[in-house]
């Protein structure tokens, strides 16, 4: 396998545990609502999904009900507000990021995260990534590899010379169509509307974020 010059992470459940902040976001609303608050298990597994996953699972709502688009604004508000008060590196990160820099690998983050919640999460967390691809970053989500291309184009490597690690199947996909390896990791949130991440393709599954290094 040819040594990769970068490794590029997607943000919530893969690099950071984000999954409390936007818990207490959800019960703040519900308890807005009159409704009783979720227990985070219960959050967890759409964390990864933003704000459309988070208001399903709190409210049974879809983009295409009437009161989706005012309820969304509400949510995004309270977590604004809050948006880095639980949320932690995942164990390992710090030392793989170390082990990075040792070899002079450059990381960045792609997420479909706002750069509004992303950038001062980055900020509190005392990250420094040689490059930061938000949801609001290009037309495009992630499947669509867009802000996967656009991270190697601003750390001037080729994507096949790129690793991207996700705990969700969209990054996967994503990886795959930027033509990037793909390393799923067996830790993260991974969605509650899939079987998991040894069906996703990937080219590794991994149960701790430091056996990234045995796929450079």
């Known amino acids: 396998m040819t040594s990769k010059k970068a ?3 997607d943000f919530d459940g893969t690099l950071a545990d984000t999954a409390a902040d936007l818990c207490t976001a959800v019960n703040r609303l519900r308890r807005d609502h009159g409704m009783p608050g979720l227990a985070p298990e219960k959050v967890r597994p759409y964390a990864s999904a ?23 604004e509400s949510f995004l508000a309270f977590y604004e507000e809050k948006v880095c008060v639980q949320t932690r590196l995942f164990p390992g990160i710090p030392e793989l990021l170390e082990k990075l820099a040792s070899r002079s690998i450059r990381w960045g983050i792609v997420t479909n995260k706002a750069t509004r919640f992303t950038e001062k999460i980055i900020e509190k967390l005392r990250l420094r990534p040689d490059c930061v691809v938000c949801g609001d970053s290009t037309p495009h989500l992630k499947p669509h590899p867009a802000s996967l291309i656009q991270a190697a184009g601003q750390l001037k490597v080729s994507s096949k010379d790129c690793v991207y690690v996700g705990d969700d199947m969209r990054d996967i996909q994503a990886a795959r ?7 799923a990791v067996a830790y993260g949130y991974h969605g509650a509307d899939n079987d998991g991440p040894h069906t996703w393709n990937a080219d590794a599954v991994i149960a701790h974020p430091l056996d990234v290094i045995d796929h450079l």
């Open 7 to 9: 490794v590029l992470f």
């Open 50 to 72: 933003g704000a459309r996953g988070l208001l399903r699972v709190g409210f049974g709502l879809e983009p295409k009900d009437a009161e989706y688009a005012a309820m969304r």
């Open 177 to 183: 169509a930027a033509g990037m390896r793909a390393i």
